[in-house]
């Protein structure tokens, strides 16, 4: 199938099994939509699906990060400090979509300070959907990050047909530490013990993030990456968030991590599930 039929106004369209899955490249090219056995797993609305966040994660210290000697200023959209890139804001371009696989595209500009290419790729099973999401440079090397921000419904809603599930979601992950985060929201340096929830923190697991969620009777999702960082953000009401980066909140500063001609930013992200009952 050709990518022209793969899209439509609602996005691009793939399938395997009884699971479906919507990108919307035109809205940031989030995931807009997973259902798996007809049932929605991620959040509608206003806040929803779940997006890439590139070329940075998480919140930058008053949207300023410098290079060397450089010094620049990102637009402060969560002020006093910038959050979750820009990449979340425009259109990318299709690349390529059939039924099962898609890749695409945007070219780094204003307001980020470079100029490069971030790609994104979707592989979806019956039983999984692994993301990728690679940031070039076209010149100069630059500091970058990349992740994904997932709204996760905190309950599936009614009960399966035969009457199994109905509960609210679980969270299970064993982190080694926890970023200390301070009253500006940002982590301080200090690593400390993990914490009980309610969270909206970073954690650290070396051995890359393995995070499950379980929603009793119904679903059993896990979200694993090899990178060792993972945002968990459970203080609403509606949804959850677990979100695989390549590095802590304001990483552009405390942890900056490279992009070079020869050495672009590679991230990966994998859901697998299993049904429950």
């Not at 982190?175 to 340096?189: A, S, Y």
Request: negative net charge; glycine residues 10%.
């Amino acid at each position: 199938m050709t990518t022209e039929e793969r899209t439509d106004t609602r996005g691009v369209r793939l399938s395997a099994g009884d699971v479906e899955l919507t990108v919307a490249p035109d809205n940031g090219c989030r995931v807009a939509s997973l259902r798996i056995d007809g049932t929605e797993l991620l959040r509608q609305g206003p806040r929803f699906g779940s997006f890439p966040m590139v070329p940075w994660c998480g919140r930058v210290e008053l949207g300023r990060f410098r290079t060397g000697g450089r010094s620049h200023q990102l637009p402060v959209n969560a002020p006093p400090h910038a959050i979750h890139g820009t990449g979340r804001e425009v259109a990318w371009r299709t690349i390529s979509a059939d039924t099962t696989a898609a890749a695409f595209a945007y070219d780094l500009a204003d307001p980020w300070p470079y100029s490069g290419r971030v790609s994104q790729t979707f592989q979806l099973t019956p039983d999984s959907l692994t993301t990728t999401m690679s940031v070039e440079t076209e010149g100069d090397s630059f500091p970058a990050q990349a992740g994904w921000h997932p709204w996760f419904l905190r309950d599936l809603g009614e009960e399966a047909a035969d009457g199994a599930g109905g509960g609210e979601a679980e969270i299970s992950f064993q982190p080694e530490w926890q970023e200390e985060r301070g009253e500006n929201h940002l982590p301080t340096g200090r690593r400390i013990e993990p914490r009980p929830g309610p969270w909206d923190d970073c954690f650290g697991m070396p051995d890359g993030v393995d995070v499950t969620l379980t929603w009793p009777g119904r679903l059993e999702l896990k979200v694993t990456s090899r990178s060792e960082w993972v945002v968990v953000y459970d203080e609403q009401a509606e949804a959850v968030c677990v979100e695989p980066q390549s590095g802590p909140p304001n990483g552009l500063n405390t942890l900056p991590r490279l992009v070079t001609p020869i050495d672009p930013l590679e991230m990966s992200m994998t859901w697998s599930w299993r049904r429950l009952g």
